[in-house]
Nanobody, 125 residues
């Protein structure tokens, strides 16, 4: 079983950048599908980006071209580089792991088995 811990959130002005990290322990993320989700107040949790254990990625339309998901298997850490941030990106961001590592990446929430506690991102205009 994998444990996940996010960091890197904070406050930034519109147009700025942040890099989120998700450190994993208990198991190697190279055997999982990994993803980032976010949840704004009053809204459902939505998938942002996902990466399969062969490196394939997928993104929500709202972040394509601005966000980049990556993972460092040696560091057992997942990353989300977020550029050109807008106030609409403000949310709690969560990393997640799916046992079905052999499958392709997905941003479907129900596909994920393990979740971190989240890190907050606030973008001001």
């Amino acid at each position: 079983q994998v444990q996940l811990g996010e960091s890197g959130g904070g406050s930034v002005q519109a147009g700025g950048s942040l890099r989120l990290s998700c450190a994993a322990s208990g198991s190697r993320i190279s055997t999982y599908r990994m993803a980032w989700f976010r949840q704004a107040p009053g809204k459902e949790r939505e998938g942002v980006a996902a990466i399969g254990n062969e490196g394939w990625t997928t993104y929500a339309d709202s972040v394509k071209g601005r966000f980049t998901i990556s993972q460092d298997n040696g560091e057992n850490t997942l990353y989300l580089q977020m550029d050109s941030l807008s106030p609409d990106d403000s949310a709690m961001y969560y990393c997640a792991a799916s046992r079905a590592g052999w499958r392709g990446p997905t941003v479907e929430r129900l596909s994920y088995d393990f979740w971190g506690q989240g890190t907050r991102v606030t973008v001001s205009s």
